[in-house]
């Protein structure tokens, strides 16, 4: 089985920073993309950023330039630096792997069970 833990989360004010980190352990082969999703209430899930195994990144429009997003391959780990946090950022933060358990499995797409961002004015 593989675990996706979260932590970094937190309640800051309106330009602060954060960084969330996500160590994935487990039965694992090998990790491939690695992402960031956040959800807000009353919205659907969307697409941070995410991260091919090679540190290929992609990002949102709205947090391009604000967020970073990075990994440690020899640690299974994916962070994010949030940077200039605005209200809207508010949401439910959760990352997602894709994993391998064996060579010969295909990836499989685990989540984490989510961080709380609290961005006031």
């Known amino acids: 089985q593989v675990q996706l833990v979260e932590s970094g989360g937190g309640s800051v004010q309106a330009g602060g920073s954060l960084r969330l980190s996500c160590a994935a352990s487990?039965?694992?082969?090998?990790?491939?993309?690695m992402g960031w999703y956040r959800q807000a209430p009353g919205k659907q899930r969307e697409l941070v950023a995410d991260?091919?195994?090679?540190?290929?990144?992609n990002y949102a429009d709205s947090v391009k330039g604000r967020f970073t997003i990075s990994r440690d391959n020899a640690k299974n780990t994916v962070y994010l630096q949030l940077n200039s946090l605005k209200p809207e950022d508010t949401a439910v933060y959760y990352c997602?792997?894709?994993?391998?358990?064996?060579?010969?499995?295909?990836?499989?797409?685990?989540w984490g069970q989510g961080t709380q961002v609290t961005v006031s004015p």
């Open positions: 997602s792997a894709a994993v391998r358990t064996h060579w010969y499995d295909r990836f499989v797409d685990y």
């Open positions: 487990g039965s694992i082969f090998s990790v491939n993309n």
């Open positions: 991260i091919t195994s090679g540190g290929r990144t």
